[in-house]
């Protein structure tokens, strides 16, 4: 069995800076592209950032300059640091990652349970 565990919602002023991270436990034999989505009330989900196994970081050009993502291979972990945050980045933060599981090395997607980041003054 395989958890991803978030921690590090709040909330924050905006302009103000905020860190989310995401670590997975489990059997687990590898991890490949980790991403972080968000949901605003209302609204579906979205993605807002992946970093590869090797380090490629893409995002959503809505947070692009403002958010890094990163990861530590060795502790399994994927984190999200997000500065001059703004109003409309209010939403539930959920990780998610492509995993190689014990025994048999399949791949399957799992998610976090979501942690909630409010941007308002």
């Known amino acids: 069995q395989v958890q991803l565990v978030e921690s590090g919602g709040g909330l924050v002023q905006p302009g103000g800076s905020l860190g989310l991270s995401c670590a997975a436990s489990?059997?687990?034999?590898?991890?490949?592209?980790m991403n972080w989505y968000r949901q605003a009330p209302g609204n579906q989900r979205e993605w807002v950032a992946t970093?590869?196994?090797?380090?490629?970081?893409n995002y959503a050009d809505s947070v692009k300059g403002r958010f890094t993502i990163s990861r530590d291979n060795a502790k399994n972990t994927v984190y999200l640091r997000m500065n001059s945050l703004k109003p409309e980045d209010t939403a539930v933060y959920y990780c998610?990652?492509?995993?190689?599981?014990?025994?048999?090395?399949?791949?399957?997607?799992?998610w976090g349970q979501g942690t909630q980041v409010t941007v308002s003054s």
């Open positions: 970093i590869t196994r090797g380090d490629t970081t």
């Open positions: 489990g059997s687990i034999l590898s991890i490949n592209d």
């Open positions: 998610n990652a492509a995993i190689v599981i014990a025994p048999l090395a399949y791949q399957y997607s799992y």
